[in-house]
């Protein structure tokens, strides 16, 4: 699944916190990072802290449910009051 951009970061984390399987970040190297790790939403964070927009992102789902969950987010939920001006 790919998708452009992500106004809420940290909703965006807790929406992978409540998904039960792996779920992945592919880079444009072709390196797969785990979003569910800790460690590795920290390194993510931090870098939008520092102005480096999360964009162009793919990830990989190892369930199928996982997946909709996001979807559903996505669609309902990444926006934020000044998107609705």
């Known amino acids: 699944m790919k998708f452009e951009y ?3 970061v940290r909703g965006f984390f807790a929406v992978l916190d409540k998904c039960s399987g792996n779920i992945y970040l592919v880079t444009p ?3 797969r990072l785990n979003l569910k790790s800790k460690l590795t939403q920290y390194v993510a964070f931090s870098a939008l802290f520092h ?3 999360i964009e162009g992102m793919e990830l ?3 369930r199928e449910e996982d997946e909709n969950e996001v979807i559903h987010y996505l669609l309902e939920g990444n926006y934020t009051p000044e998107d609705e001006r």
């Open 60 to 62: 990989e789902f190892d």
């Open 6 to 8: 992500i106004r809420d």
């Open 51 to 53: 102005g480096d927009p």
């Open 29 to 31: 190297e072709g390196d």
